[in-house]
């Protein structure tokens, strides 16, 4: 049991459900969406019949693997900073060795690499592909590109708004019926978690400002401060929220989900703005609830947006 609880520690249960949830949400949306065959260029490898739940399963098994490799990974190349913003972690808590976290990342990287040249989608390939090299380049010398703000925000948009919306949707989506382009439900879901992903980027740095600036990764939190990274984020993630209660009503492509979608982002920003409000600067068990809450409002969007792909 000890050892089960140190696995899920190590696996950064915040990005398993997110991973988890975004794609089952992906796939309810696929199959709200193209209940009607739609002709088109990304069609794939089993187009047409229906995503069964064994493909579906193996789906989530490449990716969640990949995920724990990459959140993994990180913390092998982190020891010393976690030792003082997060020493509940495994490793750095000393509950397991570092052989056993190689053990467990390489497992994981081998297990993704594996699953996904089975299931045979170049789709799958692409979304599993990008995101292991990302995330290999944001903790892994030379790159470590997590020591510099810009890249490592880059990193965690590309692979949470861009990869996963785009290319994983495409995978999901090609086993329902070919696709010829993106429907506007899509691009209103990548467009709403771009703006999630660099709220993420920049709030997860918050509480961990004492062991970056000792270890010289120069977070956005480290140059600007975290009045500035708070304020800036916030007013970034709450315009895009306010825009996407507003998309709807003003663009084609939405039809009987329009009021729903509004509805559902209205009240989501307002969450948000009472989140952001409450937040204490201060005190690191505070920002640590607020960056939850962030990812409690993500995962809100992804049943919101699975819903949506029903209602159109």
């Known amino acids: ?46 187009d047409g019949p229906g995503l069964g739940f064994g493909v579906l399963a193996l789906t989530w098994l490449a990716c969640i693997t990949a995920n724990v490799y990459i959140v993994g ?23 397991w060795s570092i052989r056993t976290g190689q053990r467990v990342v390489w497992t994981c990287f081998g297990v993704s690499l594996l699953v996904t040249a089975l299931l045979g989608s170049r ?28 890249w490592a925000a880059f990193c965690i948009i590309a692979v949470r708004s861009l990869i996963v919306n785009i290319l994983l ?27 999630y992903s660099v709220a993420i980027a920049w709030f997860k740095d918050l509480p961990d400002e004492e062991g970056d600036a000792a270890f010289g990764v120069e977070t956005l939190t480290v140059t ?22 507003v998309v709807p009503w003003v663009r084609q492509g939405f039809g009987g989900a329009t009021l729903f979608l509004s509805v559902v982002h209205a009240v989501v920003l307002f969450a ?14 505070s920002i640590r609830n607020f960056y939850l809450s962030i990812w409690a409002l993500f995962f ?6 699975a819903t949506a792909g029903w209602l159109l």
Request: hydrophobic share 55%; proline share 7%.
């Open 1 to 46: 049991m000890s050892q089960a609880r140190e696995f899920w520690r190590f696996s950064r249960p915040h990005t398993i459900i997110g991973t988890s949830l975004s794609l089952v949400c992906l796939w309810a949306m696929a199959r709200g969406l193209f209940r009607p065959a739609v002709a088109g260029a990304f069609a794939d490898v089993g």
């Open 73 to 95: 990974l990180n913390q092998l190349t982190d020891i010393p900073l976690d030792r003082i913003n997060k020493p509940y972690l495994p490793l750095a808590s000393g509950a």
């Open 123 to 150: 789709w799958l390939n692409w979304t599993v592909g990008l995101s292991l090299l990302l995330g290999t380049a944001y903790s892994l010398p030379p790159f470590r590109l997590k020591r510099f703000n810009f």
């Open 169 to 195: 949707f495409a995978h999901l989506a090609a086993w329902e019926a070919p696709l010829a382009d993106l429907p506007p439900l899509v691009w209103l879901l990548v467009f709403v978690m771009f703006a």
């Open 224 to 245: 600007l401060g975290k009045p500035r990274v708070l304020r800036s984020g916030s007013l970034a993630l709450g315009g895009v929220l306010a825009l996407a209660a």
């Open 272 to 285: 948000f703005l009472i989140a952001a409000r409450r937040v204490a600067l201060g005190s690191a068990a």
């Open 300 to 305: 809100v969007e992804y049943l919101a947006f």
